[in-house]
Nanobody, 118 residues
Framework: VRLVESGGGLALTGGSLRLSCTASEGVTNLNFVNDMAWYRQAPGKQRDLVARITRRAAKKYADSVKGRFTISRDNDNDTIFLQMNSLKPEDTGDYYC??????????WGQGTRVTVSS
């Protein structure tokens, strides 16, 4: 299974970006996608959960992004989105998509960089 991410880039403080991640090449009716999530790794820091969404669209957010970020999901296309509003410099980092598949387990995307300048 491969995760393809897009949407990173440069934004100003207070701006918005939208990330997307699609699972492909190995997703089947038996090996379907369960939970999907976005993680962030700031320079020199560990990779932390930003937002997570179940197949039934239950959501969990890191406290630092509540009210600013929204995770959503398109099950028909095995895609998740992360709408990031009111961006802050501390949101800067590499954003990684994660998917948990029923048979093959967890898989990571290659990461997409988000830079927020003040």
């Amino acid at each position: 299974v491969r995760l393809v991410e897009s949407g990173g880039g440069l934004a100003l403080t207070g701006g918005s970006l939208r990330l997307s991640c699609t699972a492909s090449e190995g997703v089947t009716n038996l090996n379907f996608v369960n939970d999907m999530a976005w993680y962030r790794q700031a320079p020199g820091k560990q990779r932390d959960l930003v937002a997570r969404i179940t197949r039934r669209a239950a959501k969990k957010y890191a406290d630092s992004v509540k009210g600013r970020f929204t995770i959503s999901r398109d099950n028909d296309n095995d895609t998740i989105f992360l709408q990031m509003n009111s961006l802050k410099p501390e949101d800067t980092g590499d954003y990684y998509c994660y998917a948990d598949l029923r048979l093959t387990g967890g898989v990571w995307g290659q990461g997409t960089r988000v830079t927020v300048s003040s």
